[in-house]
């Protein structure tokens, strides 16, 4: 099993920049592929961001160019980095992990908020 623990939220102005991690635990991170999704209060959870195991990413048309997924795995750990945020950008941002059939994990989230 993989247990998941996200930081980095904070509050941040529009057009500023925030980096958010996840730190992995528990199995051998390497094998999953990891990503991030969202939730706004009122909205349905959406994807954000993808990367698989190979190194491949994939991004949610609302953020393609402005934010970048990447992992390293020496430290079991993904990052989101947000760049040129909106107010539109702010929920709560959770990472996943998932591999083959195995049962996807999610953390706890943490809240992004861009606001003047």
């Known amino acids: 099993q993989v247990q998941l623990v996200e930081s980095g939220g904070g509050l941040v102005q529009p057009g500023g920049s925030l980096r958010v991690s996840c730190a992995a635990s528990?199995?051998?991170?390497?094998?999953?592929?990891v990503g991030w999704s969202r939730q706004a209060p009122g909205k349905q959870r959406e994807l954000v961001a993808v990367?698989?195991?190979?190194?491949?990413?994939t991004y949610a048309d609302s953020v393609k160019g402005r934010f970048t997924i990447s992992r390293d795995n020496a430290k079991n750990t993904v990052y989101l980095q947000m760049n040129s945020l909106k107010p539109e950008d702010t929920a709560v941002y959770y990472c996943?992990?998932?591999?083959?059939?195995?049962?996807?994990?999610w953390g706890q989230g943490t809240q992004v908020t861009v606001s003047s």
């Open positions: 996943f992990a998932a591999r083959g059939d195995e049962g996807d994990y």
């Open positions: 990367i698989t195991s190979g190194g491949r990413s």
């Open positions: 528990g199995s051998i991170f390497s094998m999953y592929a």
